[in-house]
């Protein structure tokens, strides 16, 4: 069974552009949720995805956004590219009921310069 | 306001001793608790969670006891190896059923021969 796909593993783009990121889920399962991990803030919760819904968002401004599509891929961007961006995006993948497991991908390294 | 915190930033144990890895939890409302291990620069990888109607759970070298009354949960790891070194973190989930975790800021296991 193939795990949580992202791409790409690296990127490195300039202040004030956007960029967006990609996350293929562990096949039959529904829910995608995104985190940021930073050295200073850990690992912080953006949003999650459930059928194509979003259902659930952290505290990100709104340069932050989200979708998934019918196949449950999501891609998240991130517009207007601050240096503070920098970080590794991690994707986890679960079947989005309770008490079930979430697996997460090797995650996007993004340098903002 | 951290709701998932691990006290020890660091721990140091002997190859063939137990690891033991601690969180306390502020949020009445988490009912779901993972733990995972992580790499520099990848994706958190699950290791076992432990639902709030049990008070352990084991798989293989890996026990996790949680006290509910105490708010507090730990990681047990026996015997420890080498191979263990990494970063742990401690994740909680509400019983919204929504797939958000919040994590703790991670503890450090260095395991030496």
């Known amino acids: 069974k193939a795990g949580v796909t992202q791409t790409p593993r690296y990127l490195i783009k300039t202040r004030g552009q956007q960029v967006t990121l990609s996350c293929s889920p562990i096949s039959g399962h529904r829910s995608v949720s995104w985190y940021q991990q930073t050295p200073g803030q850990g690992l912080q919760f953006l949003f999650e995805y459930f059928s194509e819904t979003q259902r659930n968002k952290g505290n990100f401004p709104g340069r932050f956004s989200g979708r998934q599509f019918s196949n449950s891929r999501s891609e998240m961007n991130v517009s207007t590219l601050e240096l503070g961006d920098s970080a590794l995006y991690l994707c986890?993948?679960?079947?989005?009921?309770?008490?079930?497991?979430?697996?997460f991908g090797q995650g996007t390294r993004l340098t903002v310069v | 306001d951290q709701q998932v915190k691990q006290n020890s930033p660091s721990l140091s144990v002997q190859e063939g001793r137990i690891s033991i890895l601690n969180c306390d939890y502020t949020?009445?409302?988490?009912?779901?608790f993972l733990w995972y291990k992580k790499y520099p620069a990848e994706g958190p990888t699950f290791l076992i969670s432990i639902s709030s109607i049990k008070d352990k759970n084991e798989d293989g070298r890996f026990t996790v006891f949680l006290n509910k009354s105490a708010k507090h949960l730990s990681l047990h790891i026996v015997p420890s190896q080498p191979g263990d070194s990494a970063v742990y973190f401690c994740a909680a989930r509400e019983i919204s059923g929504y797939s958000t975790l919040t994590f703790g800021k991670g503890t450090m296991l260095l395991v030496s021969p």
């Open positions: 949020n009445s409302m988490f009912d779901y």
């Open positions: 986890a993948s679960s079947p989005g009921q309770p008490n079930t497991e979430a697996f």
